[in-house]
């Protein structure tokens, strides 16, 4: 079974600030994702990864730094937090096929 | 407009019934994945199709082969603990793995 878990699973933080949600997978899966989640909405891609120190932009960057420093390990960096960036985050990882996703991370930005 | 079109956006059962949940595509697709969304806000993977259909205990998945412009996910004898939000999800194919989700179906069951 996939396993890919996310730290923290819930943060909140000012206008302004700066914050680092992490994710770690351990099935070897090449690709790693980051998504956001609003109501009314789908998930959303922001980034992803093909491997270790490679990062692609997906469909809502802005605003967003991601970095993936080992294939286990995809970090998603908000330097300057703001409220439209309040949303729940997911982590996926696959092998190129079915994407296995993380529990979720709730982020509000005050 | 979008890419993934699901469809209705909202359903209330019945114990014991059974649905439909379709995912239109506005271009051929590589696969598709449908997921359930429980109240904490947990995403369950349901199926993944490449082709062809996929069928666990009450829930039934298709993909269709020929054109891979939809999907439909089946749901038969409701009950209580199907309540949440369906999602589809596509992939266009190409090699960045990509996955497109619609807005999802959110589902009510009623005893």
């Known amino acids: 079974e996939a396993a890919v878990t996310q730290s923290p699973r819930n943060k909140v933080t000012v206008t302004g600030g700066n914050v680092t949600l992490s994710c770690r997978q351990t099935n070897s899966h090449n690709y790693m994702y980051w998504y956001r989640q609003d109501t009314g909405h789908g998930l959303r891609l922001i980034h992803y990864?093909?491997?270790?120190?490679?990062?692609q932009i997906g469909d809502v960057p802005d605003g967003y730094k991601a970095t993936r420093t080992t294939q286990e390990d995809f970090f998603l960096l908000l330097e300057l937090a703001s409220p439209s960036q309040t949303s729940l985050y997911f982590c996926a990882s696959s092998d190129r096929d079915e994407q296995y996703f993380g529990p979720g991370t709730r982020l509000t930005v005050l | 407009g979008d890419q993934v079109e699901q469809s209705p956006s909202a359903l209330s059962l019945h114990e014991g019934t059974d649905s439909a949940l379709r995912c239109n595509f506005t271009?051929?697709?590589?696969?598709v994945q449908w997921f359930r969304q429980n109240s904490r806000g947990s995403l369950i993977s349901l199926f993944y199709?490449?082709?062809?259909t996929k069928e666990n205990g009450r829930l039934k998945s298709a993909f269709d082969s020929k054109e891979r412009r939809y999907s439909t996910l089946h749901i038969r004898d409701a009950q209580l603990e199907d309540s949440g939000t369906y999602f589809c999800?596509?992939?266009?194919?190409?090699?960045?793995?990509?996955?497109?989700f619609g807005k999802g179906t959110k589902l009510s069951v009623k005893s």
């Open positions: 271009t051929t697709m590589r696969s």
């Open positions: 999800a596509a992939e266009a194919g190409g090699s960045n793995a990509k996955l497109t």
């Open positions: 199709l490449a082709s062809g």
């Open positions: 990864s093909y491997g270790a120190g490679n990062l």
